[in-house]
Nanobody, 116 residues
Framework: QVQFVESGGGLVQPGGSLRLSCAAS????????IGWYRQAPGKQRELVAV???????NYADSVKGRFTISRDNAKNTVNLQMNSLKPEDTAIYYC??????????WGQGTQVTVSS
């Protein structure tokens, strides 16, 4: 049984940085590709970054060059370093496995607000 808890969100000015953390419970974390998703009011949830079980990474075009995803399988954590934040990055951010292993119940997420 795997559960994910997100933290690290907050209010920052445009151009600022935040580091989000995803802490997982369970013993099978290492086999999953883990993604960071975000959802703003009135918009669909989108995948912004993913790290595979082998440690490779991929990013949505909207965040490429600004966000960095990383994982530590020994600690069951996935992080998202967000730099050069823009107002359009404002959303609730969630972590979850990608694909068929994704949990049907999403967690609380962590709120990121970018505003001057």
């Amino acid at each position: 049984q795997v559960q994910f808890v997100e933290s690290g969100g907050g209010l920052v000015q445009p151009g600022g940085s935040l580091r989000l953390s995803c802490a997982a419970s369970g013993s099978i974390f290492s086999i999953y590709a883990i993604g960071w998703y975000r959802q703003a009011p009135g918009k669909q949830r989108e995948l912004v970054a993913v790290t595979t079980s082998g440690g490779t990474t991929n990013y949505a075009d909207s965040v490429k060059g600004r966000f960095t995803i990383s994982r530590d399988n020994a600690k069951n954590t996935v992080n998202l370093q967000m730099n050069s934040l823009k107002p359009e990055d404002t959303a609730i951010y969630y972590c979850n496995p990608t694909g068929s292993s994704q949990l049907s119940s999403w967690g609380q997420g962590t709120q990121v607000t970018v505003s001057s």
